[in-house]
């Protein structure tokens, strides 16, 4: 995602709500229909303007909802996609980031992601009944091979070896005897997803991903975990902090995974 001179920061957002027991299934339950740094960033906005969070929709939407938003309400901002002809892309490529001659990215439509206010909560909204609609089940088989994944017998002997992954022929393994077999599974397809191939990435800093990724599908699915993955984590940051770059792909890996099971 590409943030503008005064939109958050992802990683910082991250962060905020890897170290708030309870911040991400809040987020989760309230906006699950959102791409995950959306529902984290519209909780957080509810939080610090003290909005009871709640069912999420655009001005127009809750017109044909029934419902209207009250007077002097202030829009959520969020992230959204907005696609570029190509005169426009290379307008902004020349002025944002200027590309070398012939450059073949900057030809043809492109997709930028911009923050927008366009959003109100049910709570700043009056008018009509309105029934949220309920959250889907996430189904591990349907998810598995949506992400063309595919999950093959545990066949270490190390006990204390609870998942692998082989990022190259995209499988994963959990142990049978797994004390988390959730969290473990997140974790080693979060590997897949953002590890595959040849990667460069230090050790301590996939480790960082992958359950981070496990953190918020735990978390956000109800599922226990969440406790054990925040030190896992805080193990391997050593006092460190979240990557900008990294945690835009946590999201996005957390985002596919629990999109990928409904």
Not at 90 to 113: L, N, V
């Amino acid at each position: 995602m590409e943030n503008g001179k005064d939109s958050p920061r992802w990683a910082e957002l991250l962060q905020t709500a890897v170290n708030q027991p309870g911040a991400i299934h809040e987020a989760y339950s309230r906006f699950w229909n959102y791409s995950l740094g959306n529902q984290i960033l519209a909780l957080m906005q509810c939080r610090t303007r003290v909005i009871e969070p709640g069912p999420l929709a655009s001005f127009n939407r809750w017109k044909e909802l029934g419902r209207h938003v009250r007077k002097g309400e202030r829009a959520l901002e969020l992230c959204m996609p907005l696609k570029l002809k190509a005169r426009e892309w290379d307008a902004k490529r020349a002025q944002d980031c200027p590309a070398p001659a012939g450059d073949a990215e900057a030809r043809g439509c492109r997709t930028i992601f911009v923050f927008k206010k366009n959003w109100f909560v049910l709570s700043q909204t009056e008018g009509a009944p309105y029934e949220p609609e309920p959250i889907p089940a996430w189904n591990k088989k349907v998810a598995l091979a949506a992400l063309n994944i595919q999950e093959e017998t545990f066949a270490l002997v190390d006990g204390n070896t609870q998942g692998y992954a082989t990022t190259r022929a995209a499988t994963v393994a959990v142990s049978a005897i797994a004390v988390m077999p959730a969290k473990t599974l997140f974790h080693e397809i979060a590997h897949v997803l953002l590890h595959h191939g040849v990667d460069k990435t230090e050790k301590a800093l996939r480790e960082v991903e992958a359950e981070c990724v496990a953190l918020i599908c735990c978390e956000s699915l109800g599922l226990p975990g969440a406790e054990f993955s925040r030190g896992y984590v805080q193990h391997w940051l050593s006092g460190g902090s979240i990557p900008e770059k990294s945690a835009q792909r946590i999201f996005q890996a957390a985002d596919s995974i629990l999109k990928s099971g409904k």
